[in-house]
């Protein structure tokens, strides 16, 4: 496995392993790798020649007040990782290299994303895509893995290679859970011992809306109301959005029919977390 943190680097790598007609799966990350990211690892490693993975905390796609500092970035361990999960070529590129002085081409795809956490993220969705535009043209991989848990990057993500016809597929694996149910997530670092308690309501409280609808309440907002009134329970925790929407298009479900998203953000003390699930009617 080689580490290499030099954008002209990477893509004489890439032309090499092209010519050998490779194919190559790549995993984009922004490092603090938990199991949730060595299953889509391990997905690109089943189906590709070559695995790429991409450990950069993108500033773009933070917000002034959000955690970009205190971001966890335990490079060495990641690397460790990676070279166990067999993976071939880590690029782990500075801020410079990737953001030159001068800087000023954005990509973005606006109606995926103004919902959802894009309605209280201003501008995270246009850092995300343009980071990952930028990652794709110097890896151009042909199968690009995402998360479930992050379902609006990873529909944002299709719909952008899909309009700006990138020759590459986006593959998105299913939300890896702890034992008790709470979405794996590099941010789970941030909680205390009573945030970490109440951060199990989230996927408790999805899974109450599940059963609500499985049981034949189809009135959204009598479903959302039940789960909000749930999370109460958890004292550390207050909610920012809980929405049940269109799978393909994520606006609100009107009549729930086929298939929903049902995406929640919550505070647990100062650490944003989000979870969905999606269920069929
Ligand atoms: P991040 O490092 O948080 O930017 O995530 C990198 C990729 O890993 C994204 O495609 C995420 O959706 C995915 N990911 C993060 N957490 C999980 C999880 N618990 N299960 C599956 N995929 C995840």
Do not use: W
Request: with cysteine; aromatic share 8%; charged share 25%.
């Amino acid at each position: 496995m080689k580490v290499v943190r030099s954008p002209k680097q990477i893509q004489e790598i890439v032309r090499k392993i092209k010519k050998q007609g490779r194919s190559i799966g790549f995993v984009p990350t922004m490092g603090a790798l938990h199991p949730g990211h060595l299953s889509l690892i391990r997905g690109a490693r089943k189906d590709n020649q070559a695995v790429f993975v991409s450990i950069f905390v993108n500033p773009i796609q933070f917000g002034p007040r959000e955690d970009l500092s205190k971001y966890p970035r335990p490079i060495k361990k990641d690397i460790a990782l990676c070279n166990k999960e067999g993976v071939d070529f880590i690029f782990y590129p500075s801020f410079k290299s990737m953001y030159p002085d001068g800087f000023d081409t954005y990509v973005n795809v606006p109606g995926l994303t103004e919902g959802l956490c894009g309605k209280f993220r201003p501008g995270h969705f246009k850092g995300v895509t343009t980071v990952v535009n930028k990652l794709f043209n110097l890896i151009q991989p042909d199968i690009a893995y995402f998360g479930q848990k992050d379902y609006q990057q990873a529909l944002a993500v299709k719909k952008m290679a899909e309009d700006l016809s990138m020759p590459l597929a986006v593959k998105v694996a299913p939300t890896i859970r702890e034992k008790d149910g709470l979405a794996m997530s590099s941010r789970n670092k941030y909680l205390n011992p009573s945030e970490r308690k109440d951060a199990v309501l989230l996927y408790r409280g999805l899974k109450l809306a599940r059963n609500l609808i499985n049981k034949g309440n189809h009135n959204c907002v009598s479903v959302i109301n039940s789960v909000r009134k749930f999370l109460k329970q958890g004292r550390t925790i207050s909610v920012q959005y809980i929405s049940i929407v269109d799978l393909k298009n994520i606006e609100p479900a009107l009549i729930l029919k086929g298939k929903v998203l049902i995406a929640l953000a919550v505070y647990a003390g100062k650490t944003r977390l989000i979870d969905n699930i999606i269920v069929k009617i």
